[in-house]
C-alpha cells in the first residue's frame, strides 16, 4: 500500500515559538475520524533567517486518503480556527507532499 506524507513549513517569530506550540496543542484535528489518516507530527526545526522553522506531518495510507480529507467536514473544522495559527506566521505556509519510497 503507498504512504503519503503531507508537510506544511511554518516560519514563525522565535519569540513567539512557546505560544505557537501551544496553540498546535490544545487544537481540535478531527484527524482521527478521518479514513486513511495514521499519524500527525509537528516537528520545530532550527532557527533560521530570524524564523523558527516548523513542520507539521501527517502520514496517510495514499495521496487519495489525503486529498478526501481536504474535502471533507473534519477539514473544514479543524481549520475553522486557522487565524489563531496564521497571527504568528512570518509569511504563507509552504505546503509539499510526498510519496514514500521506502519506510
Known amino acids: 500500500m503507498a504512504v503519503y506524507i503531507a508537510m506544511n513549513h511554518f516560519r514563525i517569530d522565535p519569540a513567539q515559538s512557546a505560544d505557537f506550540e501551544q496553540v498546535w496543542r490544545q487544537r481540535e484535528s478531527f484527524l482521527a475520524e478521518v479514513p486513511g489518516f495514521r499519524e500527525?507530527?509537528?516537528l520545530r526545526?532550527?532557527?533560521?533567517?530570524?524564523a523558527q522553522l516548523y513542520a507539521s506531518h501527517t502520514i496517510w495510507d495514499s495521496e487519495a486518503a489525503f486529498k478526501a480529507w481536504t474535502e471533507s467536514d473534519a477539514f473544514r473544522k479543524a481549520h475553522s480556527g486557522a487565524r489563531t495559527t496564521a497571527a504568528f506566521l512570518k509569511g504563507p505556509p509552504r505546503f509539499v507532499g510526498w510519496q514514500a519510497v521506502t519506510l
Open 40 to 42: 500527525f507530527h509537528l
Open 45 to 50: 526545526g532550527p532557527v533560521e533567517d530570524g
